[in-house]
């Protein structure tokens, strides 16, 4: 079955740019029909979706964070990167890869739907 | 300040049963987009327990179901276990803005 994790440093200097990779294994994300999402959760608090991208390149943001992410998707390595610059404190988290089952209508893939499986979580903090 | 709304916390003895709900407006469950569930124990990631309203994914114990009407949406769980304690959240789209993934801000289930 299909697995992701997530790797990149645990910490990370305010006004810099956090930046992780979800490696996928038991499935290839060239294979379509997913979205593949980033989620985090602030300490003790509910989990908030920053974006997701098809394996195609098309990508979708989270409105309140879309100026400062960019996600991307390296078929090749069957991986996928997430970078938010000019974090704060507010942006430690912990921060989990997961697929999104594709929606499509007419044959067209027009967003994600629920998140299944998920990555077990990497906790970034923003500290100086 | 979460855009579905779900009750902090909800508790029952072990065998009742409890229902959370989720309630969110006419730009997202309203609309009809489909409200999915996650379960999340104590350190560990957020696992799906209900899709598309009401669908169980292999696996998870049919004591588990879900329902949505109008703005909102519910998880039932039957047969209370000790292994249920745990933190529920719900999921949907919203069309508003440019459109976007959005969750409940989650409810804690305590089995007493």
């Known amino acids: 079955q299909v697995q992701l994790q997530e790797s990149g440093p645990g910490l990370v200097k305010p006004s810099q740019t956090l930046s992780l990779t979800c490696t996928v294994s038991?499935?290839?994300?060239?294979?379509?029909?997913?979205?593949w999402s980033w989620i985090r959760q602030h300490p003790g608090k509910g989990l908030e979706w920053i974006g997701y991208i098809y394996y195609s390149g098309s990508t979708y943001y989270n409105p309140s964070l879309k100026s400062r992410v960019t996600i991307s998707v390296d078929t090749s390595k069957n991986q996928f990167s997430l970078k938010l610059s000019s974090v704060t404190a507010a942006d430690t988290a912990v921060y989990y890869c997961a697929r999104a089952s594709a929606i499509t209508i007419f044959g067209v893939v027009i967003r994600g739907n629920w998140f299944d499986p998920w990555g077990q979580g990497t906790l970034v903090t923003v500290s100086s | 300040q979460s855009v579905l709304t779900q009750p902090p916390s909800v508790s029952g003895a072990p065998g009742q049963r409890v229902t959370i709900s989720c309630t969110g407006s006419s730009s997202n469950i309203g609309a009809g987009y489909d409200v999915h569930w996650y379960q999340q124990l104590p350190g560990t990631a957020p696992k799906l327990l209900i899709y598309?309203?009401?669908n169980r994914p292999s696996g998870v114990p049919d004591r588990f179901s879900g329902s949505k009407s109008g703005t909102s949406a519910s998880l039932a769980i039957t047969g209370l276990q000790a292994e249920d304690e745990a933190d529920y959240y719900c999921?949907?789209?919203?069309?508003?803005?440019?459109?976007?993934?959005?969750f409940g801000g989650g409810t804690k289930l305590t089995v007493l």
């Open positions: 598309g309203n009401s």
């Open positions: 038991g499935g290839s994300i060239s294979s379509g029909g997913y979205y």
């Open positions: 999921q949907s789209y919203d069309s508003s803005l440019s459109g976007w993934e959005v």
